[in-house]
């Protein structure tokens, strides 16, 4: 199947007779005719199901839909994109650990991995993602178990360059973790770049209707975690009667150890109501998708020429910092985002205020547009020297440019900027 069929059939192949759209299994548990029949469930969890804490027939739909996208062998949903980011650091990393980071992550991510994985004993160690790869070889420690960063940063725009990434990684004998969310497999897949586990908030566009919140980790299948740094792979689990995940699982060892350990121990398991909705909205991703880029694009290049716009960040570009690497990475557009510098902290609330069609909301990648002042929202307890050393200027702006029509989008922030 090419893409776009899969957006619409992956994951779902009724048989004779059956729904033609996902069946919703709402149900905790499932039956079984005799004991031994449940006992044989236990000794071989992946084949048949348990309980709807870590697998349920609707999310594992759209699992199998996901993981097809991505290029990858097996995806596990999660009720939430912070579910997702924590559980691929918690499947390579315990106490006593350390991984990379891209400093240019979500502000969540940066909060989950200063402040939440550090009290667990995990530290994390930043570096900036455009350093030489010797620079960025140098970060790594012996306990180093794992590399980290995102495709496009929320909210710096920041590309990476996956390919440098995964040669780090890989020569430190670490998987790369990539955040997928602001890309989407519509504009890049990045196992083909060497990516070994491809995690994504869906709640950003794959959702792009801003009715849930979700996750997804994806397995590419192809990391040799039987190199010495993971005994958790490779030694018997006793929680789960001596498997061993790279030989009982080899296919997708890590996607498994999650579901059985972490899923089946922290329950951050979408329903499937949930998962019929992300079905849903990932049958048009492709065709959303395309629209995002092309209106963003519009609306980027009619920011970049006004008087009252100090910088515009934007892959598409191409005075931007990163479209050199953007171009090599994204494919038939550049995302939906588009962050503006309008001076400072007083302009930023005005013309947040002056906006009429484009709605003030702590979102992104919505189909309806929207922008956030970080200064004077998430950020606002800090001061602007704070401010800058977080990467974000006293007047930044994100725009989240919906499906609307690009005329109506411009017309609206150009009346919004004249009265600054
Ligand atoms: C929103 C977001 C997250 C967190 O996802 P939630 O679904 O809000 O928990 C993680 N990474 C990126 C890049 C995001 O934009």
Redesign the pocket.
């Known amino acids: 199947m090419k893409d776009e069929t899969k957006y619409i059939h992956a994951g779902y192949e009724p048989g004779n007779g059956d729904p033609r759209q996902l069946p919703i299994v709402q149900s905790t548990t499932y039956t079984y005719d005799s004991s031994d029949a449940i006992a044989a469930v236990f000794d071989e969890p992946t084949h048949a199901l348990i309980y709807s804490r870590f697998a349920n027939p609707t999310v594992m739909a759209v699992e199998n839909k996901v993981a097809a996208l991505e290029g990858g062998v097996a995806a596990m949903a999660t009720s ?3 579910a997702a ?1 924590v559980m691929s650091i918690l499947n390579l990393c315990s106490a006593g650990d350390s991984f990379v980071s891209s400093s240019e992550v ?1 502000g ?2 940066v909060n989950l991995f200063s402040v939440t994985l550090k009290k667990l004993g995990i530290e994390v160690i930043y570096v900036d993602p455009d350093a030489p790869e010797e620079e960025l070889a140098a970060a790594f420690k012996d306990n180093t178990k794992a590399m980290f960063g ?1 495709t496009i940063a ?1 909210p710096s725009m920041a590309v990476l360059d996956i390919e440098k990434f995964a040669r780090v990684a890989h020569a430190a004998g670490v998987p790369l973790i990539v ?1 997928s ?2 890309a989407t497999p519509v504009l890049c897949k990045p196992i083909e770049f060497g990516a070994d586990i491809v995690i994504h ?1 869906t ?2 566009y794959m959702d792009g209707h801003a009715v849930q ?3 997804m980790i994806v397995d590419a299948g192809n990391f040799d975690y039987t190199n010495g740094k993971f005994p958790d792979f490779t030694e018997p689990d006793q929680s789960y009667h001596g498997v061993v995940y790279t030989k009982d699982y080899a296919v997708a060892p890590n996607i498994i150890k999650t579901r059985m350990q972490l899923q089946r121990d922290f329950g951050a398991y979408p329903s499937a109501q949930s998962a019929f909705v992300l079905n849903l909205s990932l049958e048009s991703l492709d065709v959303r998708m395309k629209r995002h880029c092309e209106n963003a694009q519009k609306v980027a290049e009619f920011l970049e020429g006004h008087d009252a716009v100090n910088e515009v960040r934007y892959p598409g570009l191409e005075s931007f910092t990163y479209h050199e690497l953007a171009k090599k990475y994204l494919r038939g557009g550049y995302s939906g985002v588009v962050c503006i510098d309008v001076g400072d902290r007083d302009k930023g609330t005005r013309f947040m205020d002056a906006l009429k069609l484009v709605a003030r909301q702590v979102h ?1 990648a919505d189909a309806r547009s929207c922008v956030l002042h970080p200064a004077s929202t998430t950020h606002r307890q800090l001061t602007d020297e704070e401010l800058l050393a977080a990467g974000i200027t006293p007047g930044l702006v994100r725009i989240s440019v919906g499906l609307e029509n690009v005329d109506d989008i411009i017309e609206d922030i150009a009346q919004a900027l004249e009265q600054l």
């Open positions: 939430s994109g912070q980011t979500y969540g991510t995102e929320n955040d969310t602001f908030s709640s950003k919140v979700g996750g992104v």
